[in-house]
């Protein structure tokens, strides 16, 4: 198989938004295959973010960031955050998503997403073509409606899940008995 297309036949993933700002607290969006949990306590996430998006120097020199979660009613939206860079254009005003201010952290949450984690650069690894942020959770938040006894429904919540930029959501859940 050639090198471009080995990752190809990998895990699907999650997609979420994730917002950062520049110095003037100017922000933007990037949409984000490359995101996951990667240490329970203390929290912490990691996103994949190459050198030459132009998110990539705004999370670089603020050192804060935040992972919102689409479902999948937004998938439109989360494209075009991913194929338009925020250097040209204001993607909030563009495509009609709404800044709100986050508790602990310069870059807003976008409202329109059902959960939201807020989170300050802790470390930082160069992996190949990208950069692996690692982000200590300082605050984290769930529209109540994707919420069961304070655990997030992914059957409420609908996230979107991409392969190959074909984008899917979740219909059926198995719990273990
Ligand atoms: C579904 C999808 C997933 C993406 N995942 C990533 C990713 O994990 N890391 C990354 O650097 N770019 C990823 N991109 C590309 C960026 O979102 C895209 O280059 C974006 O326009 C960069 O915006 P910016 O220049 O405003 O930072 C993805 C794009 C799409 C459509």
Known sequence: ???GKMLQVGPTGNVVLVTC???NGRANIITVG???PISIDPPQVC???APERYSHDLILE???FVVNSPSIVLKDKMHLCGIKSGKDLDKFKEFGLTPIPAKMVRPPLIKECFGHIECEVVNRVKCGDHTLFVGGVLSASADEE????GNL????AQPIVQKNYVYYTIKDARALP
């Open 21 to 23: 700002c520049d110095k």
């Open 1 to 3: 198989m050639p090198q």
């Open 47 to 49: 996103i994949g973010i």
């Open 34 to 36: 490359m995101c996951m």
């Open 153 to 156: 429904d992914a059957l409420k």
């Open 62 to 64: 603020q050192g804060e």
């Open 146 to 149: 994707v919420l069961v006894n």
